[in-house]
């Protein structure tokens, strides 16, 4: 395996990966040659992340286990699902994108996960962890109905496996005659030590088909025999579990083999050749480490899970002979508010408890984690657990305060219902990724958490403009005797310093940040979040007054009924989707006061938006300065006529 200490500015050579667009073309290659295109690849995997930036270690740590799949499976007919998607890059290099890899993330370029409409070969469109078993299963299942010999394989890591979701498949799938393998990709030390000359032994060993033959007839043979089935079975599995963690999946129904070294590209072209002929449930275990063959990233797999894209050298040249600009004042990302201010809540209350699903560092718990180990739980890849967690730490007088992504929420729903909103329970929800997140598209935008959560009674619901507000919000929903969520957007907010008491905002009530002044049209913007950056300038431009309505659960009752007396016309604007948003509560109140108003919402469309920056997108929706100002004008010109 060729070893890198740095990414490549230039497009390297790669001749053997340049030569087919098909993976086909793999299944005639040799050993050596299977070698030679795992180093190409890997060198164009450092090369294409280095122009566009993205997911990074972990496709890293896939290189060879990608080749052998491509070379076992005769894909795309046989299907290979897999899990999340941050390693299925080196998939899309080999499988017709490689020169579309410079743009992946971009706007207009290949997305940042598996999609079905991008590729045939991309079975399942992924995102969010712990799915693929699932999905797999199904799709081996539809083959048995088909009465067609085509193979699904699902590729899952460590991490997945600690979702709900991911047993529940397991625990279907060895229990019916399905032809479906479930690799694992254990990059962490979770499950098992590491890989041994002995464990590398007994995984060929038990994939080999002499062993499998063996095993078949002996339970012919032992099965007229009392007993006598049972005791060879445990007798197995004692024996597989003193060198591999494999009872738990014999228990469950699969046919366990591993560990192996998942860089070892002849031990798993051998192994999956093996299991591809099997019936019936297998479960293949593979170690790896992510960011393997570079390095940096094998020192630090966290820091290099993800990485931005790199100046060329010429580029930077340039950069360097310009004159050096002032530097402009940092600003806090929402994430690092709350981090602060949690450490901070922290201290002055020792009731507080914070509760992540594996986000510690998406969410900046570090700091939280490590001064108050006693009072930080992440709970994995576990969303649904982390909410009712919560639940009962409130039921015994804790405020636990649970931070999570908005899309991420969207999976502990149910128990934010039942188990939290349903018993009126002191659980705040520190909601991140609120709105468009950028490059990694329709499966993270946090779109659709105001819809969502606005429908439950006993729920407060809270959007600051600005990193001050955050804080003063997160204050208040800590405060609030009851379940309380405050959602904010991914990145850095406006720049508006944040001060170090923990006052909280008063909840209900919106701010007057801009009048009318003129004798035309008197428009109101009501602004929720982030919206209120570009309000600001809107209003100015258009004479218009600015409303920052801050609580979207429960409104600001007399500032709607005020505005809607006293303009001509009411423009709510927010990052979320339309339909059942925060325009959608205005408009309820406006109805239930039987008041009759001209009202303009302007939200995110009734539809999935794509990838791109956020401000791209925001272009795109219309919810820039200038699609605000246009979607204004074009209704007042209908108000007009």
Excluded at 374 to 399: N, S, W
């Amino acid at each position: 395996m060729k070893l890198f200490d740095e990414i490549p500015r230039e497009r390297p050579a790669t001749p053997l990966l340049d030569s087919f667009d098909h993976p086909a073309a793999l299944r005639a290659m040799n050993d050596a040659q299977l070698a030679t295109l795992a180093d190409e690849l890997r060198a164009y995997l450092l090369y294409s992340v280095g122009v566009s930036g993205g997911h990074f270690g972990a496709g890293l740590g896939v290189v060879e286990l990608s080749v052998a799949l491509h070379h076992v499976y005769h894909t795309p007919k046989d299907r290979l699902v897999w899990d999340v998607g941050h390693q299925a890059y080196p998939h899309k290099i080999l499988t017709g994108r490689r020169e579309a890899m410079t743009g992946i993330r971009q706007h207009g370029g290949l997305a940042a996960f598996p999609r079905r409409a991008e590729s045939e070969f991309d079975t399942f469109g992924v995102g969010h962890s712990s799915t693929s078993i699932s999905a797999a299963l199904g799709m081996a299942l539809a083959a048995r109905a088909q009465n067609d010999d085509r193979r699904v394989c699902a590729i899952i890591g460590d991490g997945a496996l600690t979702a709900g979701m991911a047993f529940e498949a397991l625990t279907h799938a060895g229990h019916v005659d399905a032809n479906l393998l479930v690799v694992l990709n254990d990059n962490e030390m979770s499950i098992s030590e590491n890989v041994g000359g002995l464990a590398t032994y007994l995984a060929r060993m038990l994939a080999s088909k002499p062993y499998l033959k063996m095993r078949e007839e002996g339970k012919k043979v032992l099965s007229h025999l009392p007993g006598a089935l049972k005791l060879a079975k445990r007798t197995e599995e004692h024996m597989k579990g003193f060198v591999s963690p494999a009872t738990l999946f014999e228990e469950l129904g699969f046919n366990y083999v591993g560990p192996i070294d998942g860089h070892d590209l002849d031990a798993l072209t051998d192994t999956l050749s093996m299991l591809r002929g099997q019936s019936g449930p297998q479960f293949l275990h593979i170690k790896t480490v992510k960011g393997k063959g570079f390095l940096p990233a094998e020192a630090d797999q966290i820091g290099y899970h993800a990485i931005t894209k790199l100046e060329k050298p010429r580029a930077a040249q340039a950069e360097a002979k310009k004159p050096a600009a002032a530097p402009a004042a940092p600003k806090q990302k929402y994430c690092n508010v709350f981090g602060h201010w949690l450490c901070d809540m922290a201290a002055a209350d020792a009731r507080l408890m914070g509760i992540t699903p594996a986000m510690r560092e998406g969410s900046d718990l570090i700091r939280f984690s490590k001064e108050y180990p006693e009072r930080y739980f992440d709970v994995a890849i576990a969303e649904q657990h982390a909410v009712t967690l919560a639940a009962g730490m409130a039921c015994e007088g804790i405020k636990p305060v649970v931070a999570i992504y908005s899309t991420f929420l969207q999976r502990g729903y149910d128990q934010l219902i039942h188990d939290v909103a349903v018993q009126g329970l002191d659980v705040t929800f520190a909601i991140d990724r609120a709105g468009l997140v950028g490059e990694d598209g329709p499966t993270h935008h946090g779109s659709m958490d105001i819809s969502f959560l606005r429908c439950v009674p006993n729920l407060v619901i809270l959007a600051p403009a600005d990193e001050a507000e955050c804080r003063a919000m997160l204050s208040a929903a800590y405060q609030y005797e009851g379940p309380a969520a405050v959602r904010y957007p991914r990145g850095t907010g406006p720049g508006v310093a944040v001060p170090e008491h923990l006052e909280p905002l008063t909840i209900g009530r919106a701010e007057t940040r801009r009048r009318a002044e003129g004798d035309g049209p008197r428009i109101a913007l009501l602004a929720f979040g982030s919206m209120n950056v570009p309000a600001a300038e809107v209003a100015e431009a258009l004479d218009a007054t600015h409303l920052n309505m801050r609580t979207i659960k429960p409104l600001d009752r007399d500032a709607v009924l005020t505005a809607a007396a006293e303009h001509d016309l009411l423009v709510t604007l927010e990052e979320n989707v339309v339909a059942g948003g925060a325009g959608s509560a205005v408009n309820e109140l406006l109805h239930a006061e039987n008041v009759a108003a001209s009202v303009l919402n302007l939200g995110l469309p009734d539809s999935f938006v794509e990838h791109g920056t956020p401000e791209e997108l925001l272009h795109d929706c219309g919810l820039d300065v200038e699609g605000i100002q246009a979607a204004i004008e074009k209704r007042l010109a209908r108000l007009q006529r």
